[in-house]
């Protein structure tokens, strides 16, 4: 696992510097998931920090990622937009943070890469008060018939060339983890692109 982390982390270093220009997903998207969050905050897998300036303005905000070139153009941005945050690097699936230390945690399309998405899940759970929340804005392998078994053939290019599993069960993922769902809101036709949010009593129910 520790040699498929450290390739995947080499792809997200490679392609950093196009990586803004590969994102799909709109500021409002982002901003809508984002409103929720509260206080201590947490992003797993901050990336180049294009979430950082949509917070709500109450949340203090730490950032972790392990690809070192992603965190440093989440660095430029957050210098740029003069944002007072707390970058790291750190890896999803062992993080150094104390159990529940953050009233909210958050990703946006990360576990597509995670190379175990359990044990990056049950590290958000980990690191989450009992009165927090997780909430994770994440794209899925569709339910679609057709377009699911077209992802499946397509993922090891896309796997291969950025690190990123366009067929993840991510939804099914967060149930074993142990993690019980609140809400898993679809966005957009597809139903590709979900907001996934766990709440205190889901999480630990």
Same mark, same amino acid.
């Given at each position: ?8 982390k080499s792809r997200y270093n490679r392609i950093a510097m196009f990586? #803004? ?17 509260? #206080? ?5 897998g901050v990336g180049t920090g294009k979430n950082l300036s949509l ?9 972790? #990622? ?39 945690v958050i990703s946006a399309c990360v576990f597509c890469s995670v ?91």
């Open positions: 696992m520790d040699k498929i982390t450290e390739m995947i990586y #803004d220009r590969m994102d799909p997903i709109s500021d409002s998207i982002r901003k809508n998931a984002l409103s929720i969050a509260r #206080d201590n905050v947490l992003e797993v917070y709500p303005s109450n949340c203090e905000i730490t950032g972790i #990622d392990f690809s070192r070139e992603m965190l440093k153009r989440a660095r430029e941005r957050a210098g740029r937009l003069n944002l007072n945050v707390k970058l790291l690097e750190m890896d999803a699936q062992n993080m150094l943070f104390n159990d529940n230390s953050f009233d909210t190379p175990d998405p359990e044990k990056g899940l049950e590290e958000l759970k980990r690191v989450c008060k009992p009165n927090g929340q997780i909430i994770l804005l994440e794209h899925v392998r569709s339910a679609n018939p057709v377009i699911g078994k077209m992802m499946d053939i397509l993922n090891p290019l896309t796997s291969n060339m950025i690190g990123c599993n366009i067929n993840r069960k991510t939804v099914s993922n967060v149930s074993k983890a142990g993690i019980n769902l609140n809400n898993v809101v679809d966005i957009g036709r597809t139903k590709i692109l979900k907001l996934i949010v766990a709440t205190p009593e889901d999480i630990y129910k």
